[in-house]
């Protein structure tokens, strides 16, 4: 037995180390295009993978959180700038009680332990920002995630998004409040009446634009869905949309390599709809 256990270890070493000189190869490849500076991911799928596996909701999760680990390693390698992960939607408060409950606790569990390695995310320079009306979370929550923004804040390399208790149009109608009660301010001190002018660059300001720096180059979609989901909606509106029937547990290397190779391919299209967007902000 303990020799077919060498046997094993070696083996897993030897694939291991033959699928990472594969991978620098392909990521190699792709460089020579252009590299997506921003990849945004919707998670989908995580539940369908648990039933089709017979397994539990939470084992399902579980798996998904594995992939997920993955992809971030891969953009990283490859030298994507930013990522943006829906992970949970206003929406998803109105599921079963305790699968939210469930999913508070994991997302709790996950940014605790990102705190404990935060050295391992200060040594690559990632920097950890959470969006969403963050109100919605509980108080633990909401204080680790806050904890791991100041704990990553000043580093410069890949900067990873993590949209919680978001959804576009609570966005819109944030940001148009904001910029509503910013108008009324304005007309109060001043006597020109263009001071109540609303432009598309106000609302932005009030809006994740300025956090996210840039739309997103792909957006990455699991599960076949063809649709945003209520996810960026004002930020996306020259970004490819790459889909995949597999179940974002099922998301591995070779869909992102695919997905980089769409988004090259329609990189020329993609330059000559965003010169002219860029002009008129």
């Known amino acids: ?22 991978r ?10 252009v590299v997506p500076e921003h990849v945004a991911f919707i998670l989908d799928g995580n539940r369908r993978f648990a039933k089709k596996k017979k397994l539990p909701n939470e ?10 680990m993955c992809m971030l390693k891969y953009c990283h390698e ?12 206003i929406d998803n408060f109105n599921r079963d009680p ?38 919605l979370l509980e108080e633990p929550l909401r204080a680790a995630a806050e904890r791991a923004m100041d704990a990553t804040g000043s580093n410069s390399g890949m900067v990873l998004f993590v949209c919680v208790a978001y959804a576009s149009s609570d966005e ?11 108008k009324r301010q304005e007309l109060e001190s001043s006597k020109d009446e263009r001071a109540g002018d609303v432009t598309v660059a106000d609302i932005e300001r009030n809006m994740m634009w300025t956090e996210l720096g840039r739309e997103p180059d792909i957006i990455v979609r699991t599960a076949g869905a063809n649709r945003l989901s209520n996810f960026l909606m004002w930020q996306t509106g020259n970004t490819m949309l790459y ?7 099922e998301i591995g290397l ?16 993609l330059h000559k709809i965003r010169v002219p967007s860029a002009m008129m902000t």
């Open 1 to 22: 037995m303990d020799i077919i256990r060498v046997i094993q270890k070696i083996a897993g070493l030897l694939f291991g180390s033959i699928f990472r000189g594969l």
């Open 24 to 33: 620098r190869l392909v990521f190699h490849v792709l460089s020579a295009g």
């Open 59 to 68: 084992t399902g999760y579980r798996a998904g959180f594995l992939a997920l």
């Open 78 to 89: 490859l030298g994507v700038r930013r990522v943006t992960l829906f992970i949970f939607s």
């Open 98 to 135: 305790r699968e939210v409950r469930f999913l508070m606790d994991l997302m709790l569990g996950k940014v605790e332990a990102m705190l404990k390695y935060e050295n391992v995310l200060n040594k690559y320079g990632v920097r950890v920002v959470f969006l969403g009306n963050l109100s």
């Open 172 to 182: 819109m109608v944030r940001a148009a409040r904001a910029c509503c009660l910013e």
């Open 243 to 249: 889909t995949t029937r597999a179940l974002f547990p």
């Open 254 to 269: 070779r869909h992102l390599v695919w997905a980089v190779l769409k988004f090259q391919r329609a990189q020329p299209f």
